[in-house]
């Protein structure tokens, strides 16, 4: 996972230093960074609905992290547009986030992610208890944001950004509470005979792992 997520900023990196982000570096660093970031997010929006579908409970464990990598790219997708683009004139980039309304939606979506970063260790769940988890579906308008943003971002084709709309509508439908509950039904008939074939006595118990957003 470190690997796999650390290799587009490696990839960046080393293009950089080679003379090989084009004509263009500015522009190919925030799209590469942007993208990223969304591919992540939506990555971590997929890690429950996986969980239900096939009973791997394991990879709940994988959810932290690709949240923290989302924020990761989403901050370097920022700061490259606020030092890179803008050369951190403040008036300049109030004035570009209050006038460009993809920006607007793109600059909210990262205010978003803030609290869900600062948040995402053991002792921030202790401390927020059950308002964790209401903090946390704030990802969902984050996630949504974020499309938004990449959507009247691009100009002409809309290929990428509807393909990630259709995913992100996918991944959300999951979680409505019927659709949420016939999948978890279909995984563990799934699982069943399996279990029954193996053991001889019956489905075991299902291990439950902490509902996140």
């Given at each position: 996972?470190?690997?796999?997520?650390?290799?587009?900023?490696?990839?960046?990196?080393?293009?950089?230093?080679?003379?090989?982000?084009?004509?263009?570096?500015?522009?190919?660093?925030?799209?590469?960074?942007?993208?990223?970031?969304?591919?992540?997010?939506?990555?971590?929006?997929?890690?429950?609905?996986?969980?239900?579908?096939t009973?791997?409970n394991?990879?709940?464990?994988?959810?932290?992290?690709?949240g923290?990598?989302?924020f990761?790219?989403a901050?370097?997708?920022?700061?490259?547009?606020?030092?890179?683009?803008?050369?951190?004139?403040?008036?300049?980039?109030?004035?570009?986030?209050a006038?460009r309304?993809?920006?607007?939606?793109?600059?909210?979506?990262?205010?978003?992610?803030?609290?869900?970063?600062?948040?995402?260790?053991?002792?921030?769940?202790?401390?927020?208890?059950?308002?964790?988890?209401?903090?946390?579906?704030?990802?969902?308008?984050?996630?949504?944001l974020?499309v938004?943003?990449?959507?009247?971002?691009?100009?002409?084709?809309?290929?990428?950004?509807?393909?990630?709309?259709?995913?992100?509508?996918?991944?959300?439908?999951?979680?409505?509470?019927?659709?949420?509950?016939?999948?978890?039904?279909?995984?563990?008939?799934?699982?069943?005979?399996?279990?029954?074939?193996?053991?001889?006595?019956?489905?075991?118990?299902?291990?439950p792992?902490?509902?996140?957003?």
């Amino acid at each position: 996972m470190w690997a796999g997520a650390l290799s587009p900023a490696l990839w960046l990196g080393h293009a950089a230093l080679t003379d090989g982000l084009g004509a263009n570096p500015i522009e190919k660093l925030t799209h590469v960074t942007g993208m990223t970031a969304l591919v992540l997010l939506l990555c971590t929006l997929a890690v429950t609905p996986v969980r239900r579908l096939t009973g791997w409970n394991p990879v709940i464990r994988l959810r932290r992290l690709l949240g923290l990598f989302a924020f990761f790219y989403a901050a370097l997708h920022f700061l490259i547009w606020a030092v890179l683009d803008m050369t951190l004139a403040w008036s300049w980039m109030l004035e570009d986030i209050a006038q460009r309304l993809y920006i607007t939606v793109g600059f909210t979506a990262f205010l978003l992610l803030i609290p869900l970063a600062v948040t995402s260790t053991r002792g921030w769940i202790r401390r927020l208890g059950r308002r964790w988890a209401r903090l946390h579906r704030l990802v969902y308008l984050a996630a949504t944001l974020g499309v938004v943003h990449f959507f009247w971002l691009v100009k002409s084709d809309i290929r990428q950004p509807l393909l990630m709309a259709v995913i992100l509508a996918a991944l959300l439908t999951m979680r409505l509470p019927p659709v949420s509950a016939r999948l978890a039904r279909g995984a563990r008939g799934r699982r069943a005979p399996r279990r029954e074939g193996a053991e001889g006595n019956g489905p075991a118990p299902a291990n439950p792992a902490a509902e996140v957003p």
